[in-house]
């Protein structure tokens, strides 16, 4: 059984917020503003990103909302009625409330009836997942067809008053404050069918790599700022304890962060070793890459290893999108859909590297015509 990408769609909230803005939202820490946000927004080459709260740190849509309305918006694309829907997976890195799961929120927001619901939990590459349920479950003939929702609302987490909460904390230490700079909130929807559907693509294969066994946590919510691994969040007698030892912060070990490149490029070469990827026949590539610092040692690492691919065929709107966690990948591929040129035959490679605990997954896609 093939299947099939035959619609996707996108949500993004409010207005495009550029760097000027960015502090005026999320809040100055203790009134003064960052000494790292430029230095951190030069690397990361983001110019405009969305969020879902608003300057008085009012949430304006929730993530199971933002989903909710990026999988309307696929299915207005697609030829399938919202009742024929038969198994609905999604994603996210946290949901609005911590139980039950962010998949049955998903669909009381959607209201979809008599479906099979899949939730996959994690950061970016969680979306891939729920992506693969969702294919696995087709191509075994269980399902005709599946729509995959992935949505992130991290700007809450960044909120001044958050850091503002943690004992000493008129320094922010590097770890904390990196993301800040980096995530943003919106949500992307692809629908799966066991036929194509006009122009659309066919899922050739998706394969994840996990080194969660061989290398420690990277990015992380629930660890205090001294970290060795043996107490989190709930350990404390009270959540606002927690708070104050910042164990609610979201936090990246950047001295881990070159790892990423390098596990996602030697899981490229591992696929063209096992045959899946002919670097010579790949017409587009879209990879999730964090921040555009990352972009140039990609590059230079496949062009060592002699299966550079042509610049040009590399597409991104990391720029103007902003960085949306699980959600970036479907939102880069539904705008690639959209506007960028592609004819049957064309293969296009998916690569979505996750820093959390290092877990890698691709995916080729075929151009096809019904």
């Not at 100055?28 to 879902?52: C, D, E, F, M, W």
């Not at 989903?67 to 009742?83: G, I, V």
């Not at 009381?108 to 969680?126: F, P, V, W």
């Not at 970036?328 to 590297?353: H, K, N, W």
Request: proline content about 4%.
């Amino acid at each position: 059984m093939e299947v099939f990408i035959t619609s996707s769609g996108h949500f993004l909230p409010g207005p495009p917020v550029t760097n000027q803005a960015m502090e005026e939202i999320l809040g100055k820490v203790h009134g003064k503003p960052s000494r790292l946000r430029k230095r951190i927004l030069q690397s990361n080459g983001i110019q405009t990103r969305h969020y879902a709260i608003d300057a008085q740190h009012n949430t304006t849509i929730s993530n199971s909302q933002m989903a909710a309305k990026a999988a309307q918006n696929c299915l207005d694309n697609s030829y399938l009625s919202k009742p024929a829907v038969q198994l609905l997976s999604c994603a996210t890195s946290q949901g609005d409330i911590v139980l039950p799961g962010f998949g049955s929120m998903v669909q009381a927001d959607l209201q979809l009836a008599d479906i099979e619901l899949h939730t996959s939990h994690g950061i970016c590459s969680s979306s891939m997942m729920a992506l693969k349920a969702a294919y696995t479950s087709i191509k075994a003939e269980d399902k005709q067809n599946g729509l995959v929702v992935a949505s992130e609302l991290a700007s809450r987490l960044f909120k001044a008053s958050r850091y503002e909460a943690v004992n000493n904390s008129e320094e922010l230490d590097f770890n904390a404050e990196f993301l800040r700079w980096m995530l943003s909130d919106g949500a992307g929807a692809l629908l799966l069918e066991n036929r194509p559907r006009k122009r659309c693509f066919r899922i050739d294969w998706i394969r994840g790599f996990s080194h969660a066994d061989a290398f420690p946590v990277c990015m992380s919510v629930g660890y205090p700022k001294h970290n060795n691994g043996d107490k989190s969040w709930q350990d404390y007698p009270t959540y606002s304890e927690a708070e104050r030892e910042g164990a609610l912060l979201i936090r990246q070990d950047v001295r881990l962060l070159e790892q990423v490149v390098k596990l996602g490029v030697d899981g490229f070469l591992r696929l063209i070793h096992e045959q899946f990827i002919t670097p010579q026949n790949i017409n587009h590539v879209l990879c999730h890459y964090s921040s555009d610092y990352f972009r140039s040692k990609i590059f230079d690492m496949l062009n060592k290893a002699g299966v550079g691919i042509a610049e040009h065929k590399w597409y991104s709107n990391l720029a103007t999108r902003g960085n949306t966690g699980c959600a970036s990948l479907f939102i880069m591929l539904d705008e690639f859909s959209r506007t960028q040129q592609y004819t049957p035959g064309d293969t296009i490679i998916c690569m979505v590297p996750e820093s959390g605990r290092f877990n890698n997954v691709f995916m080729q896609l075929t151009v096809v015509d019904e």
